[in-house]
């Protein structure tokens, strides 16, 4: 994989250099609103540089698909605004920064990039600074960041985590096995969703029945899979909450999320907050994805197709050079 390079005449030698990759992630599962969050191996790897002798803040390089190109090159950058907002609240000076990142997740597709993108810049910031904060303090930095758990969990810890925040604002966080049988497809249309449209689309007040429904298919999913009732996960990712209201959003959506049971195809959902939706399988992915994609393509928007692997692993990181 290749990392852009350090700026020529703008970083002295031996300037502290070091490295994160952070999975992207899906949330939701359909009932798990704001409190599901499942990592997949598909990457953000970014490389921070300090600079010497700057004038600005922060300097980006990203490549990847071409839509990488958009992403702000300077402070205005979300990973260095998260970088910033830890400082901030860890009482600290932020360096002067070249950030380099080879960006594989697309964006505002519901695949967790912005989750990412903050704890990266995060876990940056420890780095670069060699402070050293307690993971559950890094998880509630984000939470406050992102405005909710699930994707930034499942960035941090990596693998099926369930987040819940407590009465203070503090965040909990409970890493679960998520079982190897199951696949995950995500299609995805080939048009995006920004996260604050899809937020307004939901209403502000919900009814006893709704919340009943997706109280009882939350549980239900964490039994189907803690005893490996497979049977009950079509079940166990229906929803009330959400997922109706932001169908709308994108032509075939609605069509994507109303499809039958299928060979191989065990649980349907919307990824995140969309557009894209993301299957649960155990086999005939092909097939699945294929059905799913066409709900899209008969309105004539393209899709693209990933078979994804679940990450275990979250955020990584490493020290490149030091002082």
Same mark, same amino acid.
């Given at each position: 994989?290749?990392? !852009? @390079? /350090?700026?020529? *005449?703008?970083?002295?030698?031996? %300037?502290? #250099?070091?490295?994160?990759?952070?999975?992207?992630?899906?949330?939701?599962?359909?009932?798990?609103?704001?409190?599901?969050?499942?990592?997949?191996?598909?990457?953000?790897?970014?490389?921070?540089?300090?600079?010497?002798?700057?004038?600005?803040?922060?300097?980006?390089?990203?490549?990847?698909?071409?839509?990488?190109?958009?992403?702000?090159?300077?402070?205005?950058?979300?990973?260095?605004?998260?970088?910033?907002?830890?400082?901030?609240?860890?009482?600290?000076?932020?360096?002067?920064?070249?950030?380099?990142?080879?960006?594989?997740?697309?964006?505002?597709?519901?695949?967790?990039?912005?989750?990412?993108?903050?704890?990266?810049?995060?876990?940056?910031?420890?780095?670069?600074?060699?402070?050293?904060?307690?993971?559950?303090?890094?998880?509630?930095? !984000? @939470? /406050?960041?992102? *405005?909710?758990?699930?994707?930034? %969990?499942? #960035?941090?810890?990596?693998?099926?985590?369930?987040?819940?925040?407590?009465?203070?604002?503090?965040?909990?966080?409970?890493?679960?096995?998520?079982?190897?049988?199951?696949?995950?497809?995500?299609?995805?249309?080939?048009?995006?969703?920004?996260?604050?449209?899809?937020?307004?689309?939901?209403?502000?007040?919900?009814?006893?029945?709704?919340?009943?429904?997706?109280?009882?298919?939350?549980?239900?999913?964490?039994?189907?899979?803690?005893?490996?009732?497979?049977?009950?996960?079509?079940?166990?990712?229906?929803?009330?909450?959400?997922?109706?209201?932001?169908?709308?959003?994108?032509?075939?959506?609605?069509?994507?999320?109303?499809?039958?049971?299928?060979?191989?195809?065990?649980?349907?959902?919307?990824?995140?907050?969309?557009?894209?939706?993301?299957?649960?399988? /155990?086999?005939?992915?092909?097939?699945?994805?294929?059905?799913? #994609?066409?709900?899209?393509?008969?309105?004539?928007?393209?899709?693209?197709?990933?078979?994804?692997?679940?990450?275990?692993?979250?955020?990584?990181?490493?020290?490149?050079?030091?002082?």
């Amino acid at each position: 994989m290749a990392i !852009a @390079t /350090e700026p020529a *005449g703008e970083t002295r030698v031996g %300037a502290r #250099a070091v490295e994160v990759r952070v999975p992207a992630s899906t949330s939701n599962l359909g009932p798990g609103f704001d409190c599901f969050g499942l990592a997949f191996q598909l990457y953000l790897t970014i490389r921070a540089t300090r600079i010497a002798r700057s004038r600005v803040s922060c300097r980006v390089r990203t490549i990847g698909p071409k839509e990488n190109a958009k992403l702000p090159r300077t402070s205005e950058n979300l990973i260095f605004r998260a970088m910033k907002y830890v400082a901030n609240r860890e009482g600290e000076q932020l360096p002067s920064v070249y950030l380099a990142a080879h960006n594989e997740i697309p964006i505002s597709r519901g695949l967790g990039g912005s989750a990412a993108a903050i704890v990266g810049g995060i876990k940056l910031f420890t780095l670069l600074t060699n402070k050293q904060i307690p993971e559950n303090r890094l998880l509630q930095y !984000a @939470t /406050e960041f992102e *405005g909710h758990p699930d994707n930034v %969990a499942a #960035a941090l810890l990596g693998g099926f985590v369930v987040t819940c925040v407590g009465p203070l604002g503090n965040v909990i966080a409970v890493k679960r096995s998520w079982p190897p049988e199951l696949k995950i497809v995500v299609v995805s249309p080939d048009t995006r969703v920004e996260t604050r449209l899809a937020r307004a689309a939901l209403p502000r007040v919900v009814n006893h029945t709704d919340a009943v429904y997706n109280l009882q298919r939350s549980a239900l999913f964490n039994a189907a899979l803690s005893e490996r009732r497979f049977d009950l996960v079509w079940e166990a990712t229906r929803d009330r909450l959400h997922q109706q209201r932001r169908q709308s959003l994108v032509p075939g959506l609605a069509e994507a999320l109303s499809l039958p049971k299928m060979p191989g195809l065990i649980g349907l959902a919307l990824s995140g907050a969309g557009p894209s939706v993301l299957a649960i399988v /155990e086999d005939h992915s092909e097939s699945i994805s294929q059905t799913i #994609a066409n709900c899209f393509q008969q309105h004539g928007i393209k899709t693209s197709i990933r078979r994804l692997e679940v990450d275990t692993d979250g955020c990584r990181s490493r020290v490149l050079r030091t002082e």
